[in-house]
């Protein structure tokens, strides 16, 4: 995770916001919230670094978590989102089920869901070409099993990652400008953008 900017802009008004960058595994949440951080400069946390040594050997010998393995990493993850409060944040978080989206979204501040979705054949090429990573490919339908779509009157959108990751980014810019103008006109803009106009760029 990186610390938050120590230059936050002096003319920051909006109420900041949390963007939870979910999806199953291997889906392009990683690629995603990185570009988004960096675009923000908001504080970015990745949630695997919240699982205990328990959970990350139990995924690498290929046995999907439990309700009960999760629990605690979602809430360490909401009370770090907590911390960010002032300046909102980043975070990659699988948050498959709604369950745990509604955990996360008790954190302090406005939480947003992206949901980063790819059809079945390229996520399992993706990942069958990933090296490195401690999450098998084996888990991937287990993933896809837990996952809940998000629900219509949960805050955020399905952003597909089919093509490339420039389409998934100008979506994902598009979609929280619309979303940041119609909380603006509502005298409630979700966050500050520091870059110099990311609708145009
Ligand atoms: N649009 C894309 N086109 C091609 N490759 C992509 C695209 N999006 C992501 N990838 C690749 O797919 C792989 C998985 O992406 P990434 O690590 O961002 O996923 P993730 O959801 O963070 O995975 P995990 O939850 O397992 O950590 C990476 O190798 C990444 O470079
Ligand atoms: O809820 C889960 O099962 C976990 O978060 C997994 O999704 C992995 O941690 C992640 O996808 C690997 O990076």
Same mark, same amino acid.
């Given at each position: 995770m990186t610390n938050p %900017?120590?230059? @936050? !802009? %002096? !003319?920051?008004a909006a109420p900041p916001c949390h963007l939870v960058v979910m999806g199953?595994? $291997? !889906? $392009?949440k990683s690629t995603l919230a990185a570009a988004l951080a960096e675009e923000l400069q908001l504080p970015m946390a990745e949630a695997?670094? /919240?699982? %205990?040594e328990a959970n990350i050997a139990k995924m690498a010998a290929q046995t999907p978590l439990t309700d009960e393995d999760r629990w605690p990493w979602l809430r360490a993850l909401r009370d770090w989102m907590s911390e960010q409060a002032q300046t909102g944040s980043v975070i990659t978080c699988s948050a498959l089920r709604r369950s745990y989206r509604d955990l996360l979204d008790t954190a302090e501040g406005r939480v947003i869901f992206l949901h980063v979705d790819v059809d079945v054949p390229r996520l399992s090429t993706r990942l069958a070409h990933r090296? $490195?990573? /401690?999450? @098998? @490919?084996?888990?991937l339908e287990s993933q896809l099993q837990t996952l809940e779509p998000l629900d219509p009157e949960e805050d955020g959108v399905r952003l597909p990652n089919d093509t490339t990751i420039e389409d998934l980014l100008s979506a994902a810019r598009g979609w929280l400008s619309s979303t940041r103008d119609a909380a603006a006109s509502a005298d409630a803009a979700p966050f500050t953008d520091h870059s110099t106009d990311w609708k145009n760029s």
């Open positions: %900017p120590t230059n @936050p !802009s %002096p !003319s920051r199953v595994s $291997g !889906s $392009g695997d670094e /919240f699982h %205990p090296s $490195g990573h /401690f999450m @098998p @490919p084996e888990l």
